[in-house]
């Protein structure tokens, strides 16, 4: 492996793993300038919409960047870690045609310090069914393309600031549609929901599909009764259908979809019949 970088923009050309180099410009994949990000360096995938691989515990970097002018695509398979200093940015800029993408894998981490923008200005889709540790503020569609989350069965994504869909600071829509999926088994932990019910914004969506939930500490009840009376959180695929609890014992406000309801009806014969709707 080449020494790491020193603050520079590393990019990676065409796809393969994150060990790689190019030191002369004749391989076909590998970090261009002979060098592996470091801790000083911004790291890109935005080679023709090339794959850059992780499957061990890469050193820091500063900088994460997916989609830069080009589309590009980062995953994190079992066993890959990697931990950015400041910020990620999946869908950094080049509109709407350019696509980030990063992909964690069950067995993945994805840590961040900083905020992490999902579609800022390019179109951006983040795929978690490992573990994403972001520091501080998600926001998703916070510029001129769309964003997607979508954390599948296993999958735990936690946010250390505030979450906005749609807007660029939790309040002020952005121009642009996001939409956040926690399916079956996902889990996203949260720590700061906008209380004016401006987190989300019309158009973007933060749905919940069977088992999966949203958490966070506090009693934020009252916080989510304003985006689920205007639709904006949707359960199985219907505006409003979540409820919000609060567990003081355990100090934790979560969200999810209810249980059908049991009806009871009288059949035949006085036999009691029992039907889930």
């Given at each position: 492996m080449a020494s790491v970088g020193n603050a520079a923009n590393l990019r990676y050309k065409g796809s393969g793993p994150w060990e790689d180099v190019d030191p002369d410009g004749t391989a076909d994949h590998g970090w261009q300038n002979a060098t592996v990000p470091g801790s000083a360096d911004t790291a890109r995938a935005n080679?023709?919409?090339?794959?850059?691989?992780?499957?061990?515990?890469?050193?820091q970097v500063d900088r994460i960047q997916l989609g830069v002018d080009e589309s590009g695509e980062f995953h994190i398979l079992n066993g890959g870690i990697l931990d950015v200093i400041r910020t990620a940015t999946v869908g950094n800029n080049g509109g709407a045609g350019v696509v980030g993408t990063l992909t964690i894998d069950a067995g993945g981490v994805f840590d961040v310090g900083g905020w992490t923008k999902v579609g800022s200005n390019a179109t951006g889709v983040m795929t978690v069914d490992g573990i994403a540790n972001l520091g501080s503020h998600l926001w998703v569609a916070s510029g001129g393309a769309g964003g997607s989350v979508d954390i599948n069965?296993?999958?735990?994504?936690?946010?250390?600031?505030?979450?906005?869909?749609?807007?660029?600071?939790?309040?002020?829509?952005?121009?642009?549609?996001?939409?956040?999926?926690?399916?079956?088994?996902?889990?996203?932990n949260l720590a700061n929901i906008h209380g004016a019910g401006t987190s989300i914004q019309p158009g973007s969506m933060l749905n919940l599909y069977g088992t999966g939930r949203i958490e966070m500490i506090g009693n934020f009840v009252g916080h989510f009764d304003k985006y689920i009376a205007a639709g904006l959180i949707s359960g199985d695929g219907i505006p409003g259908n979540v409820i919000a609890t609060f567990d003081a014992g355990a100090n934790l406000t979560t969200v999810v979809v209810p249980e059908p309801a049991t009806m009871i009806l009288l059949g035949l014969g006085g036999l009691l019949i029992r039907k889930r709707c």
């Open positions: 080679w023709a919409g090339g794959t850059v691989t992780l499957n061990y515990a890469a050193p069965n296993g999958g735990i994504v936690n946010v250390g600031g505030m979450i906005g869909i749609g807007t660029v600071n939790a309040v002020d829509p952005s121009g642009s549609n996001g939409t956040v999926n926690v399916n079956e088994g996902g889990l996203l």
